[in-house]
């Protein structure tokens, strides 16, 4: 399994990034594809996750309204588009395969078995 994140970089707030996984390996339309973040000394957070079929999708507080999770199958990739970053985005941001859910009460699970190395996203205040 590989997954291979890019696209971070420099942003100022108030600006955008278009995130992509190009994964290989696995057989990737049967598997849930997640992002997650981390911040300097911080956990690792969950941040989206896009169903196998990509008609589930599931986002953390942080990143609803603003961010947008999306796959293609046929390309083996999946997208996370940030609009109107903030400085507290700044973080490590991974893909990762596995499997998501919403549990009751409106928490969601993500379950991960296997992640890449991660992008650099930097917001500038």
């Avoid at 596995?98 to 009751?104: N, T, W």
Wanted: hydrophobic share 35%.
């Amino acid at each position: 399994v590989q997954l291979v994140e890019s696209g971070g970089g420099l942003v100022q707030a108030g600006g955008s990034l278009r995130l992509s996984c190009a994964a290989s390996g696995f057989i990737f339309d049967d598997y849930d594809i997640g992002w997650f973040r981390q911040a300097p000394g911080k956990e690792r957070e969950g941040v989206a996750c896009i169903g196998n079929s990509g008609g589930r999708t599931y986002y953390e507080d942080a990143a609803k309204g603003r961010f947008t999770v999306s796959r293609s199958n046929s390309d083996n990739s999946a997208y996370l588009q940030m609009n109107n970053l903030k400085p507290e985005d700044t973080a490590d941001y991974y893909c990762a395969v596995g499997q998501c859910a919403s549990l009751p009460g409106g928490v969601n699970l993500f379950d991960m078995d296997h992640w890449g190395k991660g992008t650099l996203v930097t917001v500038s205040s």
